[in-house]
């Protein structure tokens, strides 16, 4: 069974610029969600996505969104890129959701290094 | 706003040593708490899941406990080996809001050959 498939694993971008990042979560998985590890802050969640509705959101400012597709495919996408988004951004995804929360074990991809210049 | 903190930061022990890292929360209300390991340079490896209803689990040579009502986990190495040697995330799930995911700043376990 595969993992979280995450793409590109690398990318090298320049202030002001754009990026999308993409994951595949595991099979029968609907829930997906993303953070953002840097070695000052640690790993710092982004959103949550179940069902193609966002249904958390982190601390992050408006550059940052999301979507999830109808095979349960998601996107992240940063615009205006900024220095301080130089980051390993990592997808994780779930098998459920009830309620108002998630109720299985999160499985990570490798994560997408982004490099800001 | 959950805060989750992991002590101590870093650990190094001989191989074959019986070790225990731990986590704190500081909201009790949590759907369930997840032990991840991560290499360097690579995404997070799941070990253990805990459900708030639960006390503890085990898998293998792991074995990780919940105190929902004190705010605190433990996750218990036994008989450790060199490949375990990696960093060790706390990470506590809320539901809803901004909180999401919490993760603690980790662990850096090194064990000596």
């Known amino acids: 069974k595969a993992g979280v498939t995450q793409t590109p694993r690398y990318l090298i971008k320049t202030r002001g610029q754009q990026v999308t990042l993409s994951c595949s979560p595991i099979?029968?998985?609907?829930?997906v969600s993303w953070y953002q590890q840097t070695p000052g802050q640690g790993l710092q969640f982004l959103f949550e996505?179940?069902?193609?509705?966002?249904?958390n959101k982190g601390n992050f400012p408006g550059r940052f969104s999301g979507r999830q597709f109808s095979n349960s495919r998601s996107e992240m996408n940063v615009s205006t890129l900024e220095l301080g988004d130089s980051a390993l951004y990592l997808c994780?995804?779930?098998?459920?959701?009830?309620?108002?929360?998630?109720?299985?074990?999160?499985?990570f991809g490798e994560g997408s290094r982004l490099t800001v210049l | 706003k959950q805060e989750v903190t992991q002590i101590p930061a870093a650990l190094s022990v001989p191989e074959g040593e019986n070790l225990v890292l731990n986590c704190s929360f500081t909201?009790?209300?949590?759907?369930?708490l997840q032990w991840f390991r991560q290499d360097p340079g690579k995404g997070l490896t799941s070990l253990l899941l805990?459900?708030?209803?639960?006390r503890e689990q085990t898998s293998g040579r792991l074995n990780a406990s919940l105190d929902k009502s004190s705010g605190r986990s433990t996750l218990y190495i036994a008989a450790s080996q060199p490949g375990d040697s990696a960093t060790y995330l706390c990470?506590?799930?809320?539901?809803?809001?901004?909180?999401?995911?919490?993760f603690g700043k980790g662990t850096h376990l090194i064990i000596q050959p």
């Open positions: 994780a995804s779930s098998l459920d959701w009830r309620g108002v929360g998630r109720t299985g074990e999160l499985f």
């Open positions: 909201d009790s209300a949590i759907y369930n």
């Open positions: 099979s029968g998985h609907r829930s």
């Open positions: 996505y179940f069902s193609e509705t966002q249904r």
């Open positions: 805990i459900q708030s209803s639960q």
């Open positions: 990470a506590v799930y809320s539901g809803g809001g901004a909180d999401g995911l919490t």
